[in-house]
């Protein structure tokens, strides 16, 4: 058990390795549930392509900007939704995509910068 601690321990801080877990649950993951539990298309649209997806955008750029990642990061989110949209959904969801990308770029420019984390 204590070993699994470490595992997770470790996983949880490295930033990268998070947001790519993030971002393919939100695209891939999340839909996918969403349609096998049943949930309508106006639920989905609304609380899960609107809300949880904007917060997770959110939390990227926070993640990116905290941990002094590249800011290309903030592209991958989008474009990982976008391929999900084209292989799952409706194409007039593509527009999220770039609501994504403007959300990520403002959450970006608003927080502040800080100084690199030293690992020990």
């Known amino acids: 058990m204590d070993e699994w601690m470490k595992l997770t321990k470790k996983f949880f801080s490295k930033p990268v390795l998070l947001t790519i877990l993030m971002v393919l649950v ?14 309508s298309k106006v639920h989905r649209i609304i609380y899960l392509f609107l809300l949880v997806n904007s917060l997770l955008s959110i939390s ?5 900007r905290r941990f002094n990642l590249n800011i290309l990061w903030l592209f991958f989110f989008p474009i990982v939704f976008a391929i999900s949209i084209w ?4 194409k007039y969801n593509y527009w999220l ?24």
């Open 97 to 120: 995509a770039g609501i994504y990308l403007i959300l990520s770029l403002i959450v970006y420019l608003l927080v502040p910068a800080t100084k690199p984390i030293q690992e020990d």
């Open 87 to 90: 292989w799952r959904f409706a």
């Open 26 to 39: 939100a695209s891939f993951g999340l839909p996918l549930l969403s349609n096998f539990i049943g949930i």
């Open 60 to 64: 990227i750029s926070w993640l990116v």
